[in-house]
C-alpha cells in the first residue's frame, strides 16, 4: 500500500497539512515515514481513522493530553473516556449556567425566582463521624444543621483542631437570615474566613505548612444551595436514581486524570492518592471553590470524607444511599462499610434529603 503526501493525506482525512504538522509535533499522529532527504511527511492511508478520531476529539473541546490517552486505547475503553470527558464537561456547563442565572437575577435587582406552585423546599439530614478502627484519634469534623451541611477531614499535628476551626465558622451561617441573593457573597467571606480560622489554628505549630484540613460545606436558603469545597472530601448528589459527584478532588492523582496521564481506575490505587493540591493549611494562601447549585424535591446529597469515598467501592455508596430511606440509617450504613473494610482512616458522612415542606 503506497504512502500518501501530507497533501494528499490532508484531503482524504478533511485534516488542514497545518493540522497534521501540529497533531505530530504533539505526539498526536506521526507520520508513519518522514522523507530523511526532503524532510516530508508521509502517511498511511491506515493511520485515517486516526487522524478523523483526533479531529473529532479536537472538535469536542477534549485537551490534547487527554486525546493522546484515549487514542492509545481499545476502542471500547475510549468510548468510556470520551463519556466521561462529556459527562464532566456537562457538570461544568451547569456551574456556570447556574451561576449566570444567578448573575442575571442579581444585577437585575430580582430575588431568585421561585414559581408561586413551588412550596419552599426543606431538608431533612444526619450526620456522623467515626474514628475508624486504625487510627488513634478522629481529625474529621462532621455537621449537619437545617441550613448548613459540612464535612472537614483534618491533617497534621493540628488537624483536629482545623477542621473543627473550619466547620466552626461556617456554622455562623447556620441561621434563617442569608437573603437568597447574598447567598454566593456570604459564602465567599466564610471560605476567607475558614482559610484564616485554620491559618490561625495551624501557625501555632511548628511546621504549620504540615497541619491542616479540607472542607466541603453546602449552604441552603431553601431554593437554592451553595458549594464550598477544597481538597478531597466529596459531595454527591443522587438525582433520579443516579449518583453524580458534584466536588472535584484537588489531589495530585485527580490532575493527572484530567490531563489524561492516568485513568481513573488507577487512581483509586495509586501510592500518592490522598496527595492533595489545594486544602486550608496554615500557610496555604489558597481559598476554598465556592459555587451554585439548585435543588430540586427529592434530591439526596451526601457529603464525605476519604475515609468513606475511598475505602467503599462508589457502586456500594450508590446502593445505600439509593436504598436506605432514612438519613440517621443511611450514615451510620455508610461508617459501618467503610469499618467493615477494615476502617483505616476517620469517616464521617452527611447524608441530607430534599423534601417539599408539606410532604
Ligand atoms: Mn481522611
Known amino acids: 500500500m503506497g504512502l500518501l503526501t501530507i497533501g494528499a493525506f490532508a484531503a482524504a482525512s478533511r485534516l488542514s497539512p497545518k493540522a497534521l504538522r501540529l497533531y505530530d509535533e504533539l505526539g498526536l499522529l506521526s507520520p508513519a ?37 484515549v487514542c492509545v486505547l481499545p476502542p471500547p475503553a475510549a468510548a468510556r473516556e470520551v463519556a466521561s470527558f462529556w459527562a464532566q464537561v456537562e457538570a461544568d456547563t451547569a456551574a456556570r449556567r447556574d451561576l449566570v442565572t444567578f448573575l442575571i437575577e442579581q444585577l437585575s435587582g430580582k430575588e431568585p425566582a421561585m414559581s408561586a406552585a413551588t412550596k419552599p423546599l426543606q431538608i431533612r439530614y444526619a450526620a456522623l463521624s467515626d474514628a475508624g478502627l486504625v487510627r488513634e484519634s478522629n481529625q474529621d469534623t462532621a455537621y449537619a444543621g437545617s441550613r448548613l451541611l459540612a464535612v472537614a477531614d483534618g491533617f497534621g499535628a493540628a488537624g483536629a483542631f482545623a477542621s473543627a476551626a473550619a466547620v466552626e465558622v461556617l456554622k455562623r451561617l447556620d441561621t434563617d437570615r442569608i437573603p437568597a441573593g447574598d447567598l454566593l ?17 495551624a501557625a501555632a505549630e511548628p511546621e504549620p505548612d504540615q497541619s491542616g484540613t479540607t472542607l466541603t460545606g453546602m449552604l441552603w436558603t431553601g431554593s437554592q444551595l451553595a458549594l464550598i469545597h477544597i481538597g478531597d472530601s466529596r459531595a ?27 485513568r481513573p ?55 445505600v444511599i439509593a436504598t436506605v430511606p432514612d438519613p440517621e440509617h443511611a450514615v451510620r450504613e455508610l461508617v459501618a462499610l467503610a469499618n467493615r473494610s477494615g476502617g483505616p482512616d476517620n469517616i464521617s458522612c452527611v447524608v441530607a434529603d430534599v423534601i417539599d415542606s408539606a410532604g
Open 33 to 69: 515515514r518522514v522523507d530523511p532527504v526532503t524532510g516530508y511527511r508521509l502517511y498511511s492511508p491506515d493511520q485515517l481513522e486516526r487522524a478523523r478520531l483526533v479531529a473529532w476529539l479536537r472538535r469536542l473541546g477534549m485537551p490534547l493530553a487527554r486525546i493522546k490517552a
Open 185 to 201: 457573597n456570604v459564602l465567599q467571606e466564610a471560605a476567607e474566613q475558614a482559610s484564616q480560622a485554620v491559618r490561625g489554628v
Open 236 to 262: 454527591y448528589l443522587l438525582r433520579a436514581g443516579e449518583l453524580f459527584q458534584i466536588t472535584h478532588d484537588h489531589t495530585l492523582v485527580q490532575s493527572m486524570v484530567d490531563d489524561g496521564r492516568l
Open 265 to 319: 481506575e488507577e487512581a483509586t490505587t495509586h501510592p500518592q492518592r490522598a496527595l492533595l493540591l489545594r486544602a486550608l493549611t496554615g500557610t496555604a494562601d489558597s481559598s476554598p471553590d465556592t459555587r451554585l447549585h439548585d435543588a430540586q424535591a427529592d434530591d439526596r446529597y451526601l457529603l464525605c470524607s476519604d475515609g468513606l469515598s475511598a475505602v467503599v467501592p462508589a457502586d456500594r455508596i450508590h446502593q
